[in-house]
């Protein structure tokens, strides 16, 4: 397996772990709360399917970094990212 696909794999790993840590922790000690955002709870739920995405296309594809696919991973990559 080339350092390409390898890279894609981790990150697409990287982003579907991040939807189960907190993204924010809201906490008021006057009212004893202590609030805890998820990504699954918020719009991480995109990233971690473009994750989903950038995993399949890096099992599936065979290719070398200068074929379609790692412009594809990167950009799903991007969209991820914003």
Known sequence: MNPSRQLALFGG???IFSLFLPWATH??????????INGYSTDGVYGGLF???IILIAVVSKG????RYSYLVAFLAV???Y
């Open 51 to 53: 994750g989903l995405f």
């Open 27 to 36: 906490t008021s000690p006057s009212l004893d709360l202590s609030n805890s």
């Open 79 to 81: 969209m991820a990212f």
């Open 13 to 15: 790993i990287i982003l």
């Open 64 to 67: 070398t970094p200068d074929k």
